[in-house]
């Protein structure tokens, strides 16, 4: 019996003092989302396999490419996926200029323009691929040749709708669907003599946001304990797991 009294009057004050609060804890969980690197200036060509345009070999982008022309402060955004050949110059003047050496990256938004085929607007994006060859290091001289060579031969291959294209370089025998409806124009944003496009790239915008996808965050667990819990978890007979 003496050594039941001091166990009582523990568990008496136990429910005196355990009367006075419940406890509540609640664990929420928060989904980390990784952050978005900045768009790419120099996106990299992936080519496809066992897939060709006219004999010529197709390539795919791996992120969005975005460009400024300094003359008409237009910002044309090439999307990632989208399909080119960079054979925007005709055959006849190939001989010259190889669309593969160094004015690939100004054929990648020639070709873009010319896949949206804005009405009108042709002959200004023959001249914003010259602009772009001198900008990214062709020699004048085979950038007039390639400018000339698209003026007179590149009509027939503006605004065809079988050029509106995109490849997963990672499942390369399937066609994406487009990301977007086709835009009536090349311009995404204005910018007079593409001031401030670097730090605009360098922020992180992007003209087309990829979208991902919501993560499934379950609901809050809450755990609560009444002071009978707490009664339970000081006495050696009570109900406290092992």
């Known amino acids: 019996m003496s050594r039941l009294k001091p166990l009582a009057a523990l ?11 419940t406890e509540t804890n609640t664990t929420v969980f928060v989904p980390v989302v990784a952050p978005t690197p900045p768009s790419s200036l ?50 006849y003047g190939q001989a010259i200029v190889d669309p593969q ?14 896949t949206i085929g804005e009405p009108g607007k042709r002959e200004e994006a023959d001249q914003i691929f010259l602009r772009a060859m001198i900008k990214y290091g062709v020699s004048p001289f085979q950038a007039n040749i390639a400018y000339q060579a698209v003026r007179l031969g590149g009509e027939r291959g503006y ?12 499942r390369q025998d399937i066609a994406q669907p487009p990301p977007f409806p086709k835009p009536r124009t090349g ?12 730090a605009l790239i360098a922020s992180g915008w992007r003209a087309y946001p990829i ?3 919501t993560p499934v965050i379950p609901p809050p667990v809450v755990v609560t304990k009444t002071p009978l819990d707490k ?5 050696p007979f009570g109900d406290k797991k092992k």
């Open 11 to 21: 568990a008496g004050a136990s429910l005196v003092l355990a009367a006075c609060a």
């Open 42 to 91: 120099t996106p990299q060509p992936i080519m496809l396999f066992n897939q060709t345009k006219d004999g010529r070999k197709l390539f795919t982008l791996d992120a969005e490419f975005p460009y400024c022309d300094v003359e008409t402060g237009k910002v044309i955004v090439v999307p990632r996926w989208y399909v080119t050949d960079f054979a925007s110059v005709p055959w």
């Open 101 to 114: 050496g160094p004015t690939a990256r100004a054929a990648i938004v020639h070709d873009w323009l010319y």
């Open 159 to 170: 605004g065809l709708p079988s050029d509106w294209r995109f490849v997963d370089p990672r």
């Open 187 to 198: 311009m995404v944003r204005y910018l007079p003599k593409c001031q401030g496009f670097g």
């Open 211 to 213: 979208k991902t996808l």
């Open 231 to 235: 009664v339970k978890d000081l006495v």
